[in-house]
């Protein structure tokens, strides 16, 4: 796989905006031209010691003077005159909220019966590293897209454990300098495709698929390596797909080097960072949730997330078998999700579809037999960040089937109402549109190569997502 073409490296106008420069940059990086093709970056090991002397970093032609060095947030804030300092090559890997070591700390304040360990723990700042995290050695430019979505450097993702516990289940393979993705998951080890064709099957009694069922949105818990996402892109669907930083090790790393969008997150003790009804579907592969304990906490965020006549997919062993304790399990689920008022539509081949039908009277009757508790009335235009989950269901008002919502196309370029919610108008829509529209074809004058090449774009300031619209990327 290697020896990729590169694209040629591009000429800079002196006195242009520094935005312009951090564009072009950008796209050298994606388009492999900064750095030559498949060598690596780091050309020798990095010193680990936190008191090593400056060191020249020779990539190319070019030489940095940074020093290597563990270094703290301090304030005010002070950029060294050789630059900002590179953290030591050991913490080619760390994430500041997510840091092993502190979360310890943490563990006798923390509820781990519901696994609050595995949410974001952010430290104080003057315990947070201001230090440039290195990437690791031997790291080489990433493979492009569609490339990447069955192979990509082993040495930028070095992680082996994976590969051992779930090759059997085509998860990933190693195959000489690269990681090999067959598309395979724990329940679909014959691969994504006719996986993802079964689930339409078992949602339209075997007339369509999950497009034609009207899935757009869908929310992956605990993800794996995001295989289902990848199948689910011919179809025009999208996908954001999670998993906790845990013994499986740093799932998410090869989600991203293999350009699927992907996070690290957890379903624990505080909502996800979504609003109401944002899915129509919420999929669960062998994703190691327990949905039944709690009082089904978990399962009414799921609630919380599907649109109305949306689905929960549930891959898993008791959604089948009959020993252990699953048939337990089953029957916990049955009576939680009957008490929410989903209809249980598909059981076949390990795997359970339920629909979240919006039926008020069931909801109200149910919560009258003590069976839920309705929530008090919330503003759901209200940031769900940081928010604790809620071990309620709320009543449904008048809602659109997602069935009934304006396509794909159309919800990408008309204002909706529900936006008048968050004060913002019609007009602010419609320009925020126009503006993004002529900045991003600017953008790809300035990179000068395809845009299919570039994917996993982070918008630091989405707004209403006209970026993201006009980049027709998955942000």
């Not at 050695?137 to 516990?165: F, G, M, Q």
């Amino acid at each position: 796989m290697g020896g990729y073409a590169l694209g040629s490296a591009f000429d800079s106008k002196s006195g242009q905006m520094i935005m312009v420069a951090l564009l072009l940059m950008v796209g050298s990086f994606y388009a492999g031209s900064l750095f030559g093709n498949n060598g690596p970056i780091y050309v020798s090991q990095l010193p680990s010691n936190s008191s090593s002397p400056s060191s020249s970093l020779s990539i190319g032609m070019s030489i940095f003077t940074n020093k290597v060095a563990l270094t703290y947030r301090k304030t005010p804030v002070l950029i060294p005159e050789t630059g900002m300092n590179v953290c030591p090559l050991t913490f080619n890997e760390y994430i500041p909220c997510h840091d092993v070591s502190y979360v310890k700390s943490l563990l006798p304040n923390l509820d781990v019966s519901r696994r609050e360990e595995l949410e974001r723990h952010c430290p104080p700042l003057e315990n947070r590293l201001f230090c440039l995290i290195p990437p690791p050695e031997d790291y080489k430019i990433p493979i492009r897209w569609p490339n990447s979505r069955d192979y990509v450097w082993r040495s930028n993702v070095n992680h082996t454990r994976l590969a051992e516990v779930k090759g059997g289940q085509n998860w990933v393979h190693e195959k000489n300098q690269l990681w090999w993705f067959p598309g395979g998951g724990t329940h679909f080890k014959h691969g994504a495709s006719e996986y993802i064709q079964r689930l339409g099957n078992m949602i339209t009694s075997e007339t369509g698929d999950l497009r034609s069922a009207g899935v757009v949105q869908v929310l992956d818990v605990g993800c794996g390596v995001a295989s289902f996402s990848a199948y689910l892109l011919p179809l025009d669907i999208q996908t954001m797909s999670f998993a906790p930083k845990d013994g499986h090790e740093n799932q998410i790393q090869f989600a991203l080097e293999r350009g699927i969008g992907a996070m690290i997150s957890a379903l624990a003790t505080k909502q996800l960072p979504y609003p109401s009804s944002s899915f129509e579907m919420v999929h669960c592969s062998r994703c190691r949730v327990d949905w039944h304990e709690n009082d089904g906490i978990l399962l009414k965020e799921v609630n919380r997330l599907l649109r109305s006549n949306g689905y929960f997919v549930y891959s898993a062993p008791p959604a089948y078998r009959k020993d252990k304790d699953y048939p337990l399990i089953w029957n916990k689920l049955v009576n939680l999700t009957s008490a929410m008022c989903w209809k249980l539509i598909a059981r076949k081949v390990q795997t359970a579809i339920w629909i979240k039908q919006e039926n008020q009277s069931c909801i109200l009757d149910n919560a009258e037999q003590k069976l839920l508790n309705v929530c008090d009335a919330v503003n759901d235009s209200k940031p769900s960040w940081n928010t604790p989950m809620r071990n309620c269901i709320q009543v449904p008002s008048a809602q659109t089937n997602f069935q009934n919502l304006r396509t794909r196309a159309e919800r990408l370029s008309v204002y909706s109402e529900s936006l008048s919610k968050i004060d913002i108008s019609e007009k602010e829509f419609s320009s925020d549109t126009l503006y993004w529209q002529d900045q991003v074809s600017l953008y790809w004058k300035l990179m000068n190569f395809s845009k299919t090449e570039i994917r996993n774009v982070m918008d630091m300031n989405a707004f209403c997502g006209g970026f993201a619209v006009a980049d027709l990327l998955w942000l």
